[in-house]
């Protein structure tokens, strides 16, 4: 079956220190990738995404790119601000299951002044 | 604001009660998405209707029953409410079933059974 898995958490960082949170994936066929993030007391947002291979998806300084080779969507940021306090899912979605979401457990950051 | 609006946003009931949960899609979009997270579960997909029928069943209970109107809008059924079924329930949209349609997210309802 189709599975994510993310790195355990959680994360506490220092402002401006670079942040990487691993994730890999099993799936049957070739998933879209997707990482969400949920702020406190709200609900998913979309974060950045990537359909096929090599695809890089980027979005408010955060990045990842899709690994065929390694089977992994590793979100990056080089700067973190307190801002992006949040808890990061990294998900795939994949046609063959009804393009519903896969998510993995969850990485919970907490960036310090 | 991603455009999919849940209600309510927070309740509370007893065990044994029966609750619907609400909601309505983005506009233009035609799939919905029923996901449930808890604590000890994680994000679970729950079902999913896209243009009305019933496309892809998750970990949904016997006791939980879904269905998509014909305007769209989706509500969730939940009955013989027992203490574990206490979490948060989002609902997504998406415009089709294609892989890598972004899945836009509502805020959720919180439902604590007591």
């Known amino acids: 079956g189709n599975s994510v898995t993310q790195m355990e958490g959680p994360v506490t960082l220092s402002e401006e220190a670079f942040l990487t949170i691993n994730c890999t994936y099993t799936a049957t066929g070739y998933p879209s990738l997707f990482w969400y993030v949920q702020y406190p007391g709200e609900g998913l947002q979309l974060l950045l995404k990537a359909t096929k291979a090599d695809d890089k998806g980027s979005n408010k300084g955060f990045e990842a790119t899709y690994r065929k080779e390694t089977t992994s969507f590793h979100l990056e940021k080089g700067s973190v601000q307190v801002s992006d306090s949040a808890v990061y899912f990294c998900?795939?979605?994949?046609?063959?299951?009804?393009?519903?979401?896969?998510f993995g457990e969850g990485t919970q950051l907490t960036v310090n002044p | 604001d991603s455009g999919v609006t849940q209600t309510p946003k927070h309740l509370i009931t007893a065990t044994g009660q029966r609750v619907t949960l609400r909601c309505s899609p983005r506009s233009g979009d035609l799939s919905v998405y029923w996901y449930q997270q808890s604590l000890d579960q994680g994000l679970q997909f729950l079902i999913q209707?896209?243009?009305?029928?019933?496309?892809a069943k998750g970990n949904i209970l016997e006791r939980f029953s879904a269905q998509q109107f014909p305007d769209l809008h989706s509500e969730l059924n939940l009955s013989s409410l027992e203490l574990g079924d206490s979490a948060l329930y989002f609902c997504?949209?998406?415009?089709?079933?294609?892989?890598?349609?972004?899945?836009?997210f509502g805020e959720g309802s919180w439902l604590t059974v007591v």
């Open positions: 209707y896209y243009n009305g029928e019933e496309r």
């Open positions: 997504a949209s998406s415009v089709g079933q294609v892989s890598g349609n972004t899945i836009y």
């Open positions: 998900a795939l979605n994949i046609e063959t299951s009804g393009s519903r979401l896969t």
